[in-house]
Nanobody, 127 residues
Framework: AVQLVESGGASVQTGGSLRLSCVAS????????IGWYRQVPGKEREGVAV????????VYADSVKGRFTISRDVANNTLYLQMNSLKPEDTATYYC????????????????????RGQGTQVAVSS
């Protein structure tokens, strides 16, 4: 199984930037889809961004397009989420996910299953 550890969450003001990191350990060679989702207590999980290691294709939720960028450092098995122009509605706990997200009709959904998820890192954006 792949173990994931996120970091980089913090409290920032509106318009600020953060970069989240997710370090993976274990066998990631067969991973099909990696990405980020977020969750606010009492609300459903929201897929934020995914990256397909096979061809490098990326998909973003409409709510973050143009502001967030997902990237990967293959050598260090680290996934990043660069978040710019942050808004209060971006406040959530952000989770890294390997093979736990799917994309249909441009919408990223958390599907769970046998994929791996991290413990989360908290992002708070104040107005």
């Amino acid at each position: 199984a792949v173990q994931l550890v996120e970091s980089g969450g913090a409290s920032v003001q509106t318009g600020g930037s953060l970069r989240l990191s997710c370090v993976a350990s274990g066998d990631t060679s067969s991973t099909y889809c990696i990405g980020w989702y977020r969750q606010v207590p009492g609300k459903e999980r929201e897929g934020v961004a995914v990256l397909y290691p096979g061809d490098g294709r990326t998909v973003y939720a409409d709510s973050v397009k143009g502001r967030f960028t997902i990237s990967r450092d293959v050598a260090n098995n680290t996934l990043y989420l660069q978040m710019n122009s942050l808004k209060p509605e971006d406040t959530a706990t952000y989770y890294c996910a390997y093979d736990s997200l799917s994309v249909a009709h441009g919408v990223i959904r958390f599907v769970g299953g046998y994929g791996s998820r991290g413990q989360g890192t908290q992002v708070a954006v104040s107005s």
